[in-house]
Each structure stands twice: as C-alpha cells, then as structure tokens.
C-alpha cells in the first residue's frame, strides 16, 4: 500500500470539512475514520512490537475539525533513539505538513507508565485507546494495563480529578449561564463529562454509587455539545471552544436551529444536565475521601421544621408538610443558609405534590421564599435545583420564559435567569442599609422579568410585576414601589455615567422621578447590585463614585438642601494651576491617584478646541478616559479635568504625555496625522466586532438648564473622543463636561456644551447632529 502523502491529507480534509450536508457529529465521525485510514496507511509496515494508538478524545473515534489529533507511537523497550525518531517523523510529518494539528507522543511501555502512574493528562489519555495501526496486541496489553495502573490508586485519582475540575470551574465559569460559554472546560461542559467517565474507571462500588439519583443520560447532552463544538470550529475555522455571540447565528443555522437563541437554549438544557450530576457526584466523592469534615451536619441532624440531613444533602424530615405550598421555598432556603444542597429525591418528591401552579401566596410562603432570597449566593444554586424540577416555576410562572433566556448583549456576562439570580446574591450586601428588604431582594429578582418578550422589558416588566406582586400577597402601595424599582432600574446608572453631576436640573430629574427617599435607597441598591451582577464593565469604582455623587445630590434635593453648580464643583481645587497660569503663562498641569482612576488636570490659556488636543493626545498614549469637567475662571484661564482608567500593573507615561501635549498647543505636533497611523496601524490587526453597534446621535436642550446635551452612541474604535471633540469645537463649541463609557464593542459619550456662553438653537441641532455622525464615520 503506497502511504498517504501531505497534499492528499490537505486535500481531502479540506474537501470532508467544505462538505455542508455534513454537521455536528456526523462530520466528527468522519473526520476520526479518515484520520484512521491514513494512520494505516501510514504504518502498514511497522516492524513487529511497534503499533500506533489513538489516545484522548480521538480514541472514542471523533475529531473536531480544530482539535488535536491525539495519537501514541507505542515501541519496544530496546528500539535505538533514532529507529524511534525515523518511524515517527514517517507517521507525523505528512500530518503537520498537510496543515493538521497532532498530540503525538512516542514511547516504550515501561516509559509510558513511569509517565502515566503520576501525570494527570497522561494517565486518562490511555484508560480508553483505540488500535489503528501496527501490532494490535501490543495494544490490547497497553489497555489493561493503563486500568490496572489507575485502580490501583483511585483515591489519589479522584483528589486529582476533583482538584482540576475546581480550577476549570474557577477559570471558565458555567457552560449553561454564561452568554458566552466554553463548551469543552467550563462547568457542565464535556470535561466534566469525561472526568465522571475517568472516576467510574477505577471500579469501585462506592464510586459508582456516587451517581445514584443523580445520574441521567449523560451521553446524550455530551453528544449535543460535542456536536456543537465540532460546527464551531468547522464554521470559524478556529481551534476555540468558546461559543461567542458573534458565532452563534453561523453554528446554529448550520446545526439547524430556528435562531441562535434556540441553539443557546439547547446548549444550556444540556449543560444543566451534566453539571447537575457533577456537582453532585463530586460532593459526594469529596465527601468519600476526606469525611464530612469538622463541624459538618451529620445525618439525621435537624436543619429546620420538616428538614433533616442525609449524606450531606438537605433532605425532607419525617414531620415534614410537604402537600403546603410554603415547604417548597422553606426546604430549598434552609438548605441554601445551611451551604447544602437539596437532595434529588426531595425534589422529586416535591415535584410530584403540592398545590396548582400560580395561586395566589399566602404569608408564610411569601416569607419562605423570601429566605430563599435572602440566602446570599447559595440562592443560585438552590433555585436553579428547584426548577430542574419546575419547582421554581410553579410558585413564579413568569420564570418560564427567562429560564436560560440568551441576551444579545455583549454587556451582559450572563442569560437572564442567572442575572437576575446574581442581582438578588449582590443585593444580600445592602439589605441592612434599606429600611425594606424584602421589596430590594424582590425588586432584584424581576427587575428584567420583561426581558425576551415583544415590547419594551422595561414597560412588560412593570405590567407583569402588578400581576406577581398581587399574586405574592403584596399591597398596593408595596407594588407601586415594586413597579418603581422595575421602571427605573437603570435610571441611576445612566444618570451617573451619562449626565453632568454638576447640573442642579441631573439630580431634580432623578428626585421627581423616584419621588421619595425609601425609592431612592431602595434602587441606589437595586442599581448597584444589577451593575455588578452585569459584567466587568458595567462596575467600578470610579463608578462607585458617581453613584455616591448622584444619590448624596438627589437626597439633598428630596430634603430640600439642593446646592448650587459652583458650590458642587468645588473649583477651589482649580486654585493653584489658575494662579500659575496667571503669574508664569503657558501650560501647567498635574495629576493624582485617586481609588481606581488617576486624575488629570490641565490649565491654559483658554483657546478653542484645547479639550479635542487633550483628548487626541490622550489617545494616541492609549489612555482611557472615562470623564471630563471643564471650567474658565474669569480671567479667561481654562481648565480640564479628566479622569482616567488606570489598569492594574500599568504605568501611564505621564513625562511623554506632558510633552506631547506641549508640542500639541504649540503646534509642533500633528494630532491627526499621528492618530491616522495609529488607526491605519490597528485596523490591520484588529478583528470585526460580531455585529456593528448603531450610531445615535441625542441632543437636547431640555437635560440641563445652561448647557445644551449630546449624547452620541458609536461602535467602539481609535480616537473617538478625539474625533468628537473635535468636530465639536470645529462647531464654535465650549465642552463644559463630558462623560465617557465603553460597553463592549460600543461607546457612549456624552457632553454639555455651549455655544457662546448659552445653549445651542434648536435649529441647529440637526446640522450639527449630521456633523458628528460624519465625523464617527471618518
């Protein structure tokens, strides 16, 4: 038989990977049989002792277009150094030259398993091996030894398994929640598949028994995810196992999907199902190897009325009134402030009792559920438990609909469900600053209930929260606040980031709008625990600060202490930069660290477009800056305050910048052709966003009483601020101040400006709006 060579490899691979009535599985299939073949071809005259095995995920006879080939070169204990080297590269390099990726690996059976009776990888790289070319009875041998060599030390295995498993869990988050998941390592993804396979390998009854009530079809969802996987990396033609929003329409269309958010749904259901039972399994064989620990219930202690422990689970007591609809919620909430989990068979039980889906609460089940919001963190996993069985669901019938819900927001980290869990979690941190906490935890948890329904969430939101709170036994004056937090949860956060602190009319807006002081505390903490819950960039410390800004000046306001502009400006802190302008001329500026933001301040001469050559400059430093105030003294001097993002172990170059901006307001430096490079230069490299954010441009004279406000929303890119500022003062504009946001792939800023010392007319907003359109589109 005359071997494959590299171009032949190139070439059929590529055609089996073009082929589309090939997806998902099917094509995995077919990839691993063609691998097979050349790898016969490839060692048909292996000499006698010699044999070649697929190992890892290749063994269990399917490839992912972008995965390793995982394949074993197994040789006698005394074949020469180079015999082994020649025979290999005559099985790689037609391989690595036809464009393919391989995990190979040669060795004796003695080095083999001096490598495999301590290295992780190694060791289940061989417990399943496939033959495919060469000696099969070397293989075979290989096989039961590799078994033999892993049960001989389950314990140090499972502690081995059970260790990389937290990290991957820690590293890549959850495969079902996130809006971005990775299919292979994170929790409920295919490693965590194979790693129950590996721990049942070592054959033990008290290892298999760990699965008991707990165990599904595990092959199925593995089988859909792998599936999935396979289409990612055929239609991106990248090694990732990260499903990112911008791939999910291609992947799913390709698998067949109606939408992306029907192929995210059925990647959650399968996930659930497969973390569902690792982290059960895993609880137990922790449990297994290292005791219940010091201080751990043991079974048959009493967690609460009706509810004892069972195997470190939280399970229904003997007394229990399991036919009330208030058990439900109290089971799962003792567990969850006990750091249990609830046991499958009290789920089970539960799902088969109990009353009708969605009659109205009576006080002690309002009262059992919110303990259940008030368990912290532990709340996530005891409601996602309880609606595995749609436990959940039958007491909140809306849940339904955002259950594993996708969000087509790279904002977002997570789905809605999980959000809006995450949001109440937080908001167990503010419960004992807010006189109601149960309206806030409540608030929490339907503040995005509207979410994935036609019409805006917002209003859906408010009209279903009427429905739940009646529902839930609240009064009407306690659901008017309900309806409050759910029309205005994000009043405070755009507010802060995107409107001019310093304007009596920003603060009077968000006074009329809450109406009292409880609203108000109740949705700065709402606010702040939906702002974390989000994403990494929807939270801050320099946010943080605009939010104690905001609420200081909206209760001041609500008690009728109300400050004027200048007194909340404090330019006292202007003071020095304005007298050394005036006594010395020229430039000055200095800067500070303050929290997590450093603070930069220019004072000038003032002259049009001073703010665009700051911010051009800033740019071209690539220093982020997320807000700006400008003042003039009245003699003329001006004076710019940005506040910039500082990144952790980054140092920004302050001595260049200052020169830089001197050779700028001298005109020695040309901002714009420095920053046409700099664009030019990045755009080669940069990857396209997975779709284009819109471009909105808002002005208004109605937003502050002595400023006119434009609010522009653009894709994110170089020198946006620059560009706008730019185009603003090419306008005759003066920027009073600015604020500066990145979400995502997409910008908002913000400015106050003037024209003349007053607003700008109406009737040039158009113009002007047209103007700074062009000006993103440069």
Same mark, same amino acid.
């Given at each position: 038989?005359?071997?494959?060579?590299?171009?032949?490899?190139?070439?059929?691979?590529?055609?089996?990977?073009?082929?589309?009535?090939?997806?998902?599985?099917?094509?995995?299939?077919?990839?691993?049989?063609? #691998?097979?073949?050349?790898?016969?071809?490839?060692?048909? @005259?292996?000499?006698?002792?010699w044999a070649v095995m697929a190992t890892g995920g290749y063994a269990?006879?399917?490839?992912?277009?972008?995965?390793?080939?995982?394949?074993?070169?197994?040789?006698?204990?005394?074949?020469?150094?180079?015999?082994? %080297?020649?025979?290999?590269?005559?099985?790689?390099?037609?391989?690595?030259?036809?464009?393919?990726?391989?995990?190979?690996?040669?060795?004796?059976?003695?080095?083999?398993?001096?490598?495999?009776?301590?290295?992780?990888?190694?060791?289940?790289?061989?417990?399943?091996?496939?033959?495919?070319?060469?000696?099969? /009875?070397?293989v075979e041998t290989l096989q039961t030894h590799a078994l033999e060599?892993?049960?001989?030390?389950? =314990?140090?295995?499972?502690? %081995?398994?059970?260790?990389?498993?937290?990290?991957?869990?820690?590293?890549?988050?959850?495969?079902?929640?996130?809006?971005?998941?990775?299919?292979?390592?994170?929790?409920?993804?295919?490693?965590?598949?194979?790693?129950?396979?590996? #721990?049942?390998?070592?054959?033990?009854?008290?290892?298999?028994?760990?699965?008991?009530?707990?165990?599904?079809?595990?092959?199925?969802?593995?089988?859909?995810?792998?599936?999935?996987?396979?289409?990612?990396?055929?239609?991106?033609?990248?090694?990732?196992?990260?499903?990112?929003?911008?791939?999910?329409?291609?992947?799913?269309?390709?698998?067949?999907?109606?939408?992306?958010?029907?192929?995210?749904?059925?990647?959650?259901?399968?996930?659930?199902?497969?973390?569902?039972?690792?982290?059960?399994?895993?609880?137990?064989?922790?449990?297994?190897?290292?005791?219940?620990?010091?201080?751990?219930?043991?079974?048959? #202690?009493?967690?609460?009325?009706?509810?004892?422990?069972?195997?470190?689970?939280?399970?229904?007591?003997?007394?229990?009134?399991?036919?009330?609809?208030?058990?439900?919620?109290?089971?799962?909430?003792?567990?969850?402030?006990?750091?249990?989990?609830?046991?499958?068979?009290?789920?089970?039980?539960?799902?088969?009792?109990?009353?009708?889906?969605?009659?109205?609460?009576?006080?002690?089940?309002?009262?059992?559920?919110?303990?259940?919001?008030?368990?912290?963190?532990?709340?996530?996993?005891?409601?996602?438990?309880?609606?595995?069985?749609?436990?959940?669901?039958?007491?909140?019938?809306?849940?339904?609909?955002?259950?594993?819900?996708?969000?087509?927001?790279?904002?977002?980290?997570?789905?809605?469900?999980?959000?809006?869990?995450?949001?109440?979690?937080?908001?167990?941190?503010?419960?004992?600053?807010?006189?109601?906490?149960?309206?806030?935890?409540?608030?929490?948890?339907?503040?995005?209930?509207?979410?994935?329904?036609?019409?805006?969430?917002?209003?859906?939101?408010?009209?279903?929260?009427?429905?739940?709170?009646?529902?839930?036994?609240?009064?009407?004056?306690?659901?008017?606040?309900?309806?409050?937090?759910?029309?205005?949860?994000?009043?405070?956060?755009?507010?802060?980031?995107?409107?001019?602190?310093?304007?009596?009319?920003?603060?009077? =807006?968000?006074?009329?709008?809450?109406?009292?002081?409880?609203?108000?505390?109740?949705?700065?903490?709402?606010?702040?625990?939906?702002?974390?819950?989000?994403?990494?960039?929807?939270?801050?410390?320099?946010?943080?600060?605009?939010?104690?800004?905001?609420?200081?000046?909206?209760?001041?306001?609500?008690?009728?202490?109300?400050?004027?502009?200048?007194?909340?400006?404090?330019?006292? %802190?202007?003071?020095?930069?304005? *007298?050394?302008?005036?006594?010395?001329?020229?430039? @000055?500026?200095?800067?500070?660290?303050?929290?997590?933001?450093?603070?930069?301040?220019?004072?000038?001469?003032?002259?049009?477009?001073?703010?665009?050559?700051?911010?051009?400059?800033?740019?071209?430093?690539?220093?982020?800056?997320?807000? *700006?105030?400008?003042?003039?003294?009245?003699?003329?001097?001006?004076?710019?305050?940005?506040?910039?993002?500082?990144?952790?172990?980054?140092?920004?170059?302050?001595?260049?910048?200052?020169?830089?901006?001197?050779?700028?307001?001298?005109?020695?430096?040309?901002?714009?052709?420095?920053?046409?490079?700099?664009?030019?230069?990045?755009?080669?490299?940069?990857?396209? #966003?997975?779709?284009?954010?819109?471009?909105?441009?808002?002005?208004?004279?109605?937003?502050?009483?002595?400023?006119?406000?434009?609010?522009?929303?653009?894709?994110?890119?170089?020198?946006?601020?620059?560009?706008?500022?730019?185009?603003?003062?090419? *306008?005759?504009?003066?920027?009073?101040?600015?604020?500066?946001?990145?979400?995502? @792939?997409?910008?908002?800023?913000?400015?106050?400006?003037?024209?003349?010392?007053?607003?700008?007319?109406?009737?040039?907003?158009?113009?002007?709006?047209?103007?700074?359109?062009? /000006?993103?589109?440069?």
């Amino acid at each position: 038989m005359q071997p494959v060579d590299a171009a032949t490899i190139k070439r059929m691979r590529a055609h089996l990977i073009g082929d589309g009535d090939l997806a998902g599985r099917n094509l995995a299939r077919r990839l691993s049989q063609q #691998a097979d073949s050349w790898f016969y071809s490839l060692g048909a @005259h292996l000499p006698e002792g010699w044999a070649v095995m697929a190992t890892g995920g290749y063994a269990r006879g399917v490839l992912s277009p972008g995965s390793d080939i995982d394949v074993m070169l197994i040789h006698p204990q005394k074949a020469r150094d180079g015999q082994v %080297r020649e025979i290999a590269e005559q099985l790689w390099y037609p391989f690595w030259d036809g464009g393919l990726k391989l995990g190979p690996a040669a060795h004796s059976e003695k080095s083999l398993f001096a490598l495999t009776s301590a290295d992780l990888d190694t060791a289940t790289a061989v417990l399943r091996v496939r033959h495919l070319a060469g000696d099969r /009875a070397v293989v075979e041998t290989l096989q039961t030894h590799a078994l033999e060599q892993w049960r001989r030390k389950p =314990n140090f295995w499972l502690e %081995r398994l059970l260790e990389t498993g937290q990290q991957r869990w820690e590293k890549s988050g959850d495969v079902a929640s996130l809006l971005e998941p990775d299919l292979k390592d994170g929790r409920g993804g295919l490693r965590d598949y194979d790693a129950i396979r590996w #721990a049942l390998a070592v054959d033990r009854p008290d290892v298999t028994a760990a699965l008991d009530g707990v165990a599904e079809d595990l092959a199925g969802p593995a089988e859909l995810l792998l599936a999935i996987r396979c289409e990612l990396h055929r239609v991106t033609g990248r090694a990732s196992n990260v499903l990112q929003l911008q791939d999910q329409d291609r992947v799913g269309t390709a698998m067949g999907y109606a939408s992306a958010d029907a192929l995210m749904l059925n990647v959650a259901g399968a996930a659930h199902t497969i973390e569902w039972a690792t982290e059960r399994f895993w609880r137990r064989i922790e449990r297994m190897l290292h005791g219940a620990g010091k201080g751990a219930l043991r079974t048959g #202690a009493i967690l609460g009325p009706g509810v004892t422990v069972l195997d470190g689970e939280a399970h229904i007591g003997p007394e229990a009134e399991v036919d009330e609809p208030w058990y439900v919620f109290h089971l799962a909430a003792t567990a969850a402030h006990a750091g249990l989990p609830v046991s499958a068979q009290s789920l089970q039980v539960l799902a088969g009792r109990g009353s009708e889906p969605g009659i109205p609460w009576d006080d002690r089940t309002r009262q059992s559920f919110l303990s259940l919001l008030g368990a912290g963190p532990e709340l996530v996993g005891a409601v996602e438990a309880l609606e595995r069985f749609d436990l959940f669901s039958r007491f909140v019938p809306e849940w339904r609909h955002v259950r594993s819900l996708p969000q087509r927001n790279a904002f977002h980290t997570y789905t809605v469900d999980r959000h809006l869990l995450q949001t109440v979690a937080n908001a167990n941190e503010y419960v004992r600053q807010v006189q109601r906490p149960d309206l806030l935890l409540a608030g929490a948890l339907l503040h995005d209930i509207g979410k994935g329904l036609p019409g805006d969430h917002t209003e859906v939101g408010m009209r279903m929260v009427v429905t739940i709170g009646e529902r839930m036994g609240y009064s009407a004056d306690e659901i008017d606040v309900l309806v409050k937090l759910v029309q205005h949860h994000l009043l405070l956060s755009e507010t802060a980031t995107r409107r001019d602190l310093s304007d009596p009319r920003t603060w009077a =807006n968000v006074a009329d709008a809450v109406g009292n002081l409880q609203v108000l505390e109740l949705l700065d903490a709402l606010s702040r625990a939906d702002s974390m819950a989000t994403g990494p960039s929807a939270w801050s410390s320099w946010k943080a600060v605009l939010f104690d800004d905001l609420v200081d000046r909206t209760v001041a306001h609500l008690l009728g202490g109300g400050r004027s502009t200048e007194q909340q400006r404090d330019i006292s %802190r202007y003071a020095p930069l304005v *007298a050394a302008v005036q006594q010395h001329g020229g430039m @000055h500026l200095e800067h500070e660290a303050d929290g997590g933001f450093e603070v930069l301040r220019i004072a000038s001469t003032d002259r049009s477009g001073l703010f665009a050559l700051i911010a051009g400059t800033l740019s071209l430093h690539s220093v982020e800056v997320i807000g *700006a105030e400008a003042y003039t003294s009245p003699d003329g001097t001006a004076v710019d305050e940005l506040r910039i993002s500082s990144v952790p172990g980054a140092v920004v170059p302050w001595q260049r910048i200052e020169h830089d901006l001197r050779a700028a307001l001298d005109g020695e430096l040309d901002i714009d052709a420095r920053l046409a490079q700099r664009i030019a230069a990045r755009s080669r490299r940069r990857p396209s #966003a997975a779709a284009t954010p819109r471009r909105e441009v808002l002005i208004s004279n109605d937003a502050s009483d002595q400023t006119t406000m434009i609010d522009v929303r653009a894709p994110d890119g170089p020198a946006v601020l620059y560009r706008l500022s730019h185009e603003l003062a090419a *306008a005759g504009l003066d920027i009073r101040s600015a604020k500066v946001a990145t979400l995502g @792939h997409e910008v908002v800023d913000v400015f106050y400006v003037t024209a003349n010392g007053v607003k700008v007319p109406a009737q040039g907003h158009d113009d002007l709006r047209a103007r700074l359109k062009l /000006a993103l589109d440069d």
